[in-house]
């Protein structure tokens, strides 16, 4: 499986492409199951993408949050 | 299900179906357990699911030595799939569903313990079996005398065409926190206390850390609920850490309350810490947490692999070192219960972080793809976190919460036990009382 989906509490939709490392976060009420469609709605600005360097950088910006003790 | 009429073949199919009605009824109790937000109770409720999973290791070796069944494959019946049934509407446990749904598989259990003590009693081949049919129930859930035992339910059989672990059925959407605790400062804005070795810091860290262990202890009861296809042992260690993780809520919650006068002997009679922990100790405040809670979001938006990558062996496992060097930190010498809890937390990480090993080798054997999956869910740490941020407002989305992360203009959050810009302090240096701020 080279491809992850899952739902999300907001309604969106997350896509990971696990070759090129990048997340889709597809809107609210549009419908992508696959890889495809969240590159097709991101062309078409109804899914936003993020880049592994994207993704690390949102993980630095949170990492004062601990889940559990240090 | 053709069963023999010889009494050794129905015995056998009745520990079979003994053996399945217990480990239902086991994965139907984790929702109790995850639904209960006083933490005393969960921490009792998450060691008796333990007796009840390991009253099922019993029968599965039982079964393995008389009659040389094979080792179980978890997953739940058709007749009993919580997706079909009505115990979570909106993501949310219906106590009173759940309840009748454990009662009717607790007579179950009964009735199929009766039969087989009937089998035992007789047929004289079998008849020294009795004692040990009697023992093979927890006695949490033996029938008690005069109790009606009988079954609406028919024999459920294991789906045995499942043998990866996969997702079920998804889980309560939410975890509650112990009344003692008060959603107040956001995590956007904030960062928890962190370990310390003054008091001060290490009070509200303790009370903080307590809401945290209760939550790993409902995303290990999570996976257990929600994932077929696991040998009973994955059940067992998921529940083994359950238990630990809820009976250290009680512990750190229990050492904040106990370090709290220490606490108070030393700070400024106006200091912000010390104003709400005598509040908490009268009993007219509680005890500021995150507004986010106990960050269980981010668990339930986990598929297994990432919660046993980012809970057991990165969080957990990375924490080792840091708790071994923390028994012998300054306020462990001078508190000795501090201690005791830091010894108890290491150990306990340390068989964690096995469970976390153990069950990542299982679901990927091969190493090459083992790293892949951690380094995965290492990237995907930040989203799930984002979810925690989710309100209930219709416009609170993911999206915008990564455009804000993943850009450079956020300030770096501040401590809320040492801030003095928040609306309490300044309420506070409004009536003079900021001197004794940390």
């Known amino acids: 499986m080279s491809t992850l ?21 597809v809107s609210k009420g549009e419908r992508a199951t696959t890889i495809d469609d969240a590159r097709k709605l991101h062309s078409e600005g109804r899914a936003s993408m993020f880049t592994k360097s994207q993704l690390g950088a949102i993980n630095s910006a949170l990492s004062h949050i601990v889940l559990l003790g240090e | 299900m053709a069963t023999s009429s010889k009494p050794i073949g129905r015995l056998k199919a009745r520990l079979a179906e003994l053996c399945t009605l217990t480990l239902h009824y086991a994965r139907l109790f984790t929702l109790v357990v995850i639904d209960e937000s006083e933490y005393r109770k969960k921490s009792q409720l998450a060691a008796r699911l333990l007796d009840i999973f390991q009253a099922v290791a019993n029968m599965e070796r039982w079964a393995a030595r008389q009659f040389h069944s094979s080792s179980l494959i978890v997953s739940w ?34 009735a199929t313990q009766a039969s087989m003590m009937d089998i035992c009693s007789s047929s004289r081949e079998f008849v020294h079996w009795t004692p040990i049919v009697k023992s093979l129930v927890p006695a949490c859930l033996s029938m008690p005398s005069g109790f009606a035992a009988f079954s609406r339910i028919d024999f459920l059989p294991q789906n045995k065409t499942i043998r990866t672990a996969i997702k079920r059925v998804t889980g309560p959407c939410a975890s509650s926190l112990d009344p003692s605790f008060s959603r107040e400062y956001s995590l956007q804005d904030y960062m928890a206390p962190v370990r310390a070795d003054s008091l ?20 290990c009861l999570l996976s257990s609920f929600e ?38 002997a030393s700070a400024n009679a106006d200091d912000r810490t010390a104003i709400i922990i005598r509040e908490f100790l009268d009993g007219t405040g509680r005890l500021p947490v995150p507004k986010e809670g106990n960050l269980y979001p981010c668990m339930w938006h986990a598929s297994l692999e990432e919660r046993l990558v980012i809970m ?22 001078t508190f000795p219960s501090v201690k005791r809890a830091f010894e108890v937390d290491y150990y306990d990480e340390v ?24 380094e995965e ?14 309100s209930d407002d219709d416009r609170s989305n993911v999206t915008t919460l990564m455009d804000r992360y993943g850009s450079d203009e956020r300030a770096g959050p501040r401590t809320f036990f040492l801030d003095r810009s ?5 309420r506070d240096q409004g009536r003079g009382g900021s001197q004794g701020f940390p």
């Open chain 2, 312 to 333: 057991q062996i990165a969080t957990e496992g990375e924490a080792v070192s840091a708790t071994r060097r923390a028994i012998d930190s300054s306020l462990a010498q």
């Open chain 2, 200 to 219: 001060d810091l290490v009070v509200p860290y303790f009370w903080t850390l307590s809401t945290r262990e209760a939550m790993v202890c409902d995303s």
């Open chain 2, 422 to 426: 928040t609306p309490e302090c300044q």
């Open chain 2, 227 to 264: 994932y077929d296809g696991l040998p009973l042992r994955f059940h067992q260690d998921m529940a083994q850490q359950a238990a630990d993780e809820a009976r250290h809520a009680v512990m750190y919650l229990d050492l904040a309350i106990e370090l709290m006068p220490a606490y108070l």
């Open chain 1, 5 to 25: 989906v899952r739902q999300l509490g907001s309604g969106e939709t997350m896509i990971f492409d696990k070759v090129k490392r990048e997340l889709f976060i």
């Open chain 2, 377 to 390: 869910a290492a990237l995907l740490k930040g989203v799930l976190l984002l979810t925690c941020f989710l």
């Open chain 2, 351 to 374: 068989a964690h972080t096995r469970i976390g090993t153990r069950w990542l080798r299982h679901l990927r054997p091969d190493a090459r793809l083992r790293k892949t999956a951690i």
């Open chain 2, 77 to 110: 019946s058709d007749h009993l799939d919580p997706g079909k049934l009505d115990i979570l509407p909106n993501g949310r446990v219906d106590q009173e569903a759940l309840q009748a749904l454990l009662e009717e598989v607790w007579r179950a259990i009964g």
